[in-house]
C-alpha cells in the first residue's frame, strides 16, 4: 500500500450526525472510533459530553457542528453554539457558513459570521472548519471568495459539504454531490498552505480516500469508516500473500 493504516485512518472524522442515531448508537459509533484509531469523531451537539467521556484517553478527538445543516442561524448563536460545544470538550467545530449570504455576495456578513465563531473556538483552543456546502454554490467564484475569507480570519479548514445538503432535480427527486474531485481541487488551490482542506459527503470507500488525500485533503468526513479501514487491512494480507507465495516458489537457475 502506497499509504500507511495511521496515515488513513488518521484522515478520517467519524461522522454520527444523523438525526435519528440513538444513545447507544452514539457509543457504538464512539467505540468504533476508538477500536479503529481515527482522528476523531464529529457528533451532535447534544452528544458531546458522552463523547468525550468515552473516549478520553484513546488519542480520538471530539468534534460537533454548528449552525447546521443549513447555516442560517444568527452570527450570536453561531457563537454561543462554539462556546458551549467547547465547555462541554469539543476540541473540533464544523461550521456552516450563511449559505443565502454567500449567494447574495453579502461578504462582509459572511466575513463576520466564519470570524465570530473562529475567535470563539480558539479562545477554547478548539480548530474550526467552515462548510462550504458546495452544491448549493453553482458558480466556483463564490467558492473561490470563500477560501479567501477563511485565509482571511484564521480558519482551521475548509470543508466541501455536510452530506445533507440534497439539491432538488428536474424529476423531484432529491440529490446530492459531496465532495467532488473538481471542488477539492479548487479549495486546495486556493487556500494557502495553513488551510487544510476536508471533504465530506460520498466518501465511502478506501479508493475515495487515497482520492482525497492525493487531492489535498487532510481530513474526510465518513460513516463507512469500518468498511474503509477492513478493506485497507485486507489489501495488506493480500499483498502479504502475494510476497509469500513469492518467497517459496523456487527460483530458475
Known amino acids: ?46 452528544d458531546v459530553p458522552r463523547a468525550v467521556e468515552l473516549l478520553q484517553g484513546t488519542g480520538v478527538k471530539v468534534g460537533t457542528v454548528v449552525g447546521f445543516p443549513h447555516g442560517s442561524s444568527t452570527t450570536a448563536t453561531k457563537r454561543y453554539e462554539t462556546e458551549d460545544a467547547c465547555r462541554n470538550g469539543a476540541t473540533e467545530i464544523d461550521m456552516v457558513i450563511h449559505i443565502g449570504k ?19 473556538a480558539h479562545r477554547h483552543g478548539a480548530i474550526v472548519k467552515v462548510i462550504f456546502e458546495n452544491d448549493f ?8 471568495q470563500l477560501c479567501r475569507i477563511c485565509d482571511q480570519v484564521n480558519a482551521d479548514f475548509v470543508k466541501t459539504s455536510t452530506g445533507y445538503g440534497f439539491v432538488k432535480g428536474a424529476d423531484g427527486r432529491y440529490s446530492y454531490q459531496g465532495a467532488t474531485e473538481q471542488d477539492l481541487a479548487l479549495m486546495r488551490a486556493h487556500c494557502s498552505p495553513r488551510v487544510q482542506v476536508k471533504a465530506a459527503g460520498g466518501v465511502r470507500t478506501l479508493d475515495a480516500l487515497i482520492r482525497c488525500r492525493e487531492l489535498g485533503a487532510t481530513r474526510c468526513g465518513a460513516s463507512a469508516t469500518a468498511a474503509i479501514l477492513n478493506e485497507y487491512h485486507r489489501r495488506v494480507a493480500a499483498q502479504s500473500d502475494v510476497v ?3 518467497m517459496l516458489t523456487p527460483g530458475e537457475y
Request: hydrophobic share 40%; aromatic share 6%.
Open 1 to 46: 500500500m502506497k499509504y500507511t493504516y495511521e496515515e488513513l485512518a488518521g484522515m478520517i472524522d467519524h461522522s454520527l450526525l444523523h438525526p435519528a442515531l440513538t444513545d447507544q448508537e452514539i457509543e457504538e459509533g464512539c467505540r468504533l472510533a476508538a477500536r479503529y484509531r481515527v482522528a476523531s469523531v464529529c457528533v451532535r451537539p447534544s
Open 137 to 144: 454554490l453553482p458558480d466556483d467564484a463564490v467558492k473561490i
Open 244 to 246: 509469500t507465495a513469492q
Open 102 to 120: 454567500a449567494l447574495s455576495g453579502d461578504w462582509d456578513y459572511v466575513t463576520q459570521d466564519i470570524r465570530a465563531v473562529v475567535e470563539e
